[in-house]
Nanobody, 110 residues
Framework: VQVVESGGGLVQPGGSLRLSCAVS????????VEWYRQAPGKQRELVAG???????NYADSVKGRFTISRDNAKTTVYLQMNTLKPEDTAVYYC?????WGQGTQVTVSS
């Protein structure tokens, strides 16, 4: 299984980014996919997850600002991040089954 994240970058507070998580090498559509993040000096934390049926859950800190979605035909999961805050700065990781991607850096700063 290969998991590849993309879409990170530098954005000003209040801005938006969309992260992508492309998965290959496995049946995709029936499984949970999750986004985590890890800020410097902090533990990795769950940001959002989406089931094969499309059910989503979010960390309280991102509810109402982030939206997770999936395109099973493209075996890709997206994380739309709006109204970004400096505290959202972290490396964002995608997890599929027991596989992790390499992470993509998101920096929110003016």
């Amino acid at each position: 299984v290969q998991v590849v994240e993309s879409g990170g970058g530098l954005v000003q507070p209040g801005g938006s980014l969309r992260l992508s998580c492309a998965v290959s090498g496995s049946i995709f559509s029936i499984y949970l996919v999750e986004w985590y993040r890890q800020a410097p000096g902090k533990q990795r934390e769950l940001v959002a997850g989406i089931t094969g049926a499309g059910g989503a859950n979010y960390a309280d800190s991102v509810k109402g600002r982030f939206t997770i979605s999936r395109d099973n035909a493209k075996t890709t999961v997206y994380l739309q991040m709006n109204t970004l805050k400096p505290e959202d700065t972290a490396v964002y990781y995608c997890k599929f089954l027991r596989s992790w991607g390499q992470g993509t850096q998101v920096t929110v700063s003016s």
